[in-house]
Every structure is written in structure tokens, then in C-alpha cells.
């Protein structure tokens, strides 16, 4: 259920879109593939790093987002169709909207150290990096929101979509996070 009247009542969740699904024991990755939807795919996945629970949680977040601000932020509107008309590829639009809405720079090290064992991967990163602030890139960062006004809401979602997989909050911590204190979970 998507909440777009942005009054915090989520009544049900279903979980589906599992066609990619694994059961990955603690310790254990996927790496090389391309996985999960483009709208809610990791950076380290873009890269077809190693994929485990911190990418599940970016994507979470994503999601988290969409529920509650009735946005799917790494997905298709005017902005992108209008980028992509002019040769950016997808990957590379999303890849700058993660950089320029959650990006800082002990992040966007982390990320290097995860996906930079291929120097092309540094290239891009160290390129969208110095490009979020050009005034043909529009994305401002998501801590500057005026329409996210629930602090605690948005500080869970950073910690989620966190660039840096190995900093990123886990399941167990965002569950116990003021965010989600007074649901029955």
C-alpha cells in the first residue's frame, strides 16, 4: 500500500518482485550480476559489486521513500527522459541521483573501496562526484528536502541509502530505530 496522503499509517506490506530472490547465508555475496529493479538497485550493484543484505537495505530505503513521499527518485520522470534523450545512460542518471542525494565524501570513499577494483568504476564515481554541484545536475541533496519534515524519518533514510555499503544500518538497527517506535512489528 503507498501512502501518499503522507499522514504515517501504513496498514499492510507485502513483500514481492521476487523473481532475483536468495537466501545468503551471513558472510556470503552475489557478485557480477546485474540485480533487482533499476528504481531500487544499490550503487555497488550498478557495478555488479558484491551484492548481500546492506544492498537489500538501500533498496528498502528506496522504497521507503516511494511509500511515503510517492516518489520513486532513481526512476523515470521528465528529468531523466530529458538526460537520456541527450545520451546519458540510465545507469549513469541514477548512479548521479544516488551521489548528489546521499553522497558524502567518507561515502563515496567506502563505495570506492567496495566496487574500485576496476579503475573504470573509480572514473565514473570520481566523476559523478565532481559533477553533483554543476548547474545542469539538479539534484540537490535528500538532507535538504523542504517536503521530508519528519527528522527522524529522514535520518533512517540516509543511514539506509548510505553510499558506503559497510556503513550502511542494518535491518536489526533500523527496526530499532525512533523512526519505528510505536509500531507493532
Known sequence: MVNIRRNS?????????????AYLPNGRCIKGMLAGNDNGRS???????ELNKPSDMFS??????????????FGLDDDFRKHESQG???????????????????????????????????????MLWEKRTEEHIPYKPFSTWPEVEDV????????M?????????TARQALGHPWFAGFDL
Open 9 to 21: 499509517v501504513v496498514e499492510e506490506v507485502q513483500i514481492i518482485d521476487l523473481e532475483h530472490a
Open 43 to 49: 550503487p555497488e550493484a550498478h557495478f555488479k559489486g
Open 60 to 73: 528498502f530505503g528506496a522504497v521507503c521513500i516511494y511509500a511515503m513521499l510517492g516518489r520513486v527518485i
Open 88 to 126: 546519458a545512460l540510465p545507469a549513469f542518471i541514477r548512479l548521479q541521483r544516488q551521489v548528489s542525494y546521499f553522497g558524502d565524501k567518507n561515502g563515496l570513499n567506502g563505495l570506492l573501496k567496495y566496487v574500485g577494483d576496476e579503475e573504470i568504476n573509480c572514473q565514473i564515481l570520481g
Open 152 to 159: 527522524s524519518f529522514k535520518d533512517l533514510v540516509q543511514r
Open 161 to 169: 541509502l548510505n553510499l558506503d555499503p559497510t556503513k550502511r544500518i
